[in-house]
């Protein structure tokens, strides 16, 4: 996709991927066949850069096709750098101006707690992500507002340690009032423990903050060690093979 687009943000892509699938197939009360089925959980990916994982995944489930994947950022084409929710189907909220996704998320989680529906609401934010006020802000008032049925899982793949490091993101949310868990975010059965020790819905008041630590550019070793001179670099044709090559040694 960003070969053929030649633009995106491969690394920030795979360290979610494996966040993105388990939601999907484990958690979420999703109907591909009515993705705005009035009864459906609601995903809202806040680091928007990292879209390609999420388009990636709604081609596997069939709301995108391939022509429309392999035509990303052309002009006839309806997917952009970060998500547009008027153009893609499975999209809920436009994201990409880092920090605003919880806070979509939260409206959400607030609206259905006004209206006393069980449907939940799940939102990825990046670690350096954090560094922005309006994430605070959320985290001050989603405890207030006793929104448990709200979940936040930040990606923790260390991006921003060279310049701005969150430091004890774990102990921070606690702080703040939520539930908050600590998991291996390319960990099926670690994600499934983390998910499993959740406090049933409408037994507390708390909303929950899950730190899923990761790894930006995960199954591509010269990613790993290598991030920020990846973080938004195109593929030539050869590292395209290699990326194909590692990626399937790491499947």
């Known amino acids: 996709m960003t070969w053929h687009s ?12 494996d966040l993105i699938v388990f939601l999907y197939e484990k958690y979420l009360n999703f109907d591909w066949s009515n ?6 959980d609601y995903f809202i990916l806040s680091k928007g850069h ?3 994982a999420l388009y990636a995944y709604l081609e596997k489930r069939g709301l ?16 952009a750098t970060h998500p547009d929710r008027n153009k893609v189907p499975g999209v809920e909220a436009s ?4 920090g605003n996704g919880i806070g979509f998320a939260l409206g959400v989680a607030l609206a259905l707690k006004i209206d006393d529906l069980p449907n939940r609401v799940v939102t990825i934010l990046g670690d350096a992500e954090c560094n922005e006020g309006t994430v605070w802000e959320c985290a001050l008032l989603a405890p207030h507002l006793k929104l448990n049925n709200l979940t ?15 430091g004890d ?29 959740f406090p049933q819905l409408n037994t507390t008041d708390q909303p929950v903050c899950i730190v899923a630590n990761t ?35 790491y499947a």
Do not use: Q
């Open 95 to 98: 994201t990409g101006s880092l």
């Open 6 to 17: 030649r633009e995106g943000h491969i690394p920030s892509a795979y360290s979610i991927l």
């Open 152 to 166: 936040v899982i930040i990606d923790n793949n260390k991006s921003c340690d060279p310049t701005l490091p969150m």
């Open 215 to 249: 790894v930006k550019g995960k199954g591509v070793p010269s990613m790993e060690s290598n991030y920020g001179g990846w973080h938004s670099k195109v593929p030539n044709d050869e590292e395209l093979l290699s990326i194909w090559s590692a990626i399937d040694n």
């Open 35 to 40: 993705p705005i089925s009035s009864d459906r």
């Open 169 to 197: 993101l774990v102990a921070k949310f606690k702080s703040f009032g939520w539930h908050t868990l600590e998991a291996d975010g390319h960990s099926t059965a670690d994600l499934e423990r983390v998910f499993a020790s």
């Open 50 to 52: 990292g879209c390609s």
């Open 64 to 79: 995108l096709s391939e022509s429309e994947i392999l035509s990303k950022n052309l002009p006839s084409g309806i997917l």
